[in-house]
């Protein structure tokens, strides 16, 4: 019986997985602290071909929270802008 099933090929050039170090997560909130540029990047950190996976889950999970926070805001605020109408008439 052979064992080539289960030994690693070591030929194969497949891409290992190299986890973002601590100096790439202080780059990436740095850039996201320029107001528009942070906000354009998160569409290309999540969307892009080129992105680490932690980084593009990231970013769609923070697009995500951002699209949620801007919802319950305006549903916030329009319940507040329709009590001072109905106040004033």
């Avoid at 906000?39 to 951002?66: C, D, E, R, Y």
């Amino acid at each position: 019986m052979s064992n080539e099933a289960t030994q690693p090929n070591p030929l194969d050039e497949s891409p290992q997985y190299v986890p973002m170090s601590i100096g790439d997560w202080i780059i990436t909130s740095i850039i996201l602290a320029i107001p528009i540029v942070g906000f354009v990047m998160l569409f290309v950190w999540g969307f892009g071909s080129n992105t680490q996976p932690s980084k593009a889950n990231w970013a769609k999970a923070s697009l995500i929270m951002i699209g949620i926070s801007i919802v319950i805001a305006l549903l916030f605020f329009g319940s507040i802008f329709g009590v001072l109408i109905n106040l004033i008439s």
